[in-house]
């Protein structure tokens, strides 16, 4: 149990790294997105669309960001999935955020 209202993966992993069968505890932000890449090993680039406040002319932009993910062996996701991310410990230089969840369905 993680602390999070997700599913628990089926199959299990050796990752240290992993929020269900490793040591790795999460905090922070809960964030929703959809997959862009999944080439790199154990990582996944996710691209979140958000709306930003502009003072000035007291309306709204489209933004979006992309963000490098830890990957656990136990979860699988390909390009298009619709996902949830947590916010961890630093990973490395550009990973701060673990996979949690694989949206179902879509």
């Known amino acids: ?10 199959t299990t992993c050796e990752d240290p790294n992993c ?14 997105g959809t997959v862009v890449s999944n080439k790199v090993e154990r990582t996944i680039t996710v691209e979140r669309s958000y709306y930003k406040f502009i003072r000035k002319y007291e309306r709204y932009e489209k933004r ?17 999935d619709s996902v949830k991310i947590a916010e961890c410990r630093p990973l490395s230089k550009t990973k701060h955020f673990v996979l949690v969840e694989v949206k179902e369905g879509e």
């Not at 149990?1 to 089926?10: C, F, S, T």
């Not at 929020?19 to 929703?32: K, N, S, Y």
């Open 64 to 80: 979006k960001s992309k963000i490098n993910v830890h990957k656990p062996d136990c979860l699988d996701v390909k390009a298009g």
């Open 19 to 32: 929020p269900f069968h490793g040591t790795l505890a999460i905090r922070g932000q809960v964030l929703e």
């Open 1 to 10: 149990m993680i602390g999070l209202n997700v599913q628990e993966p089926k």
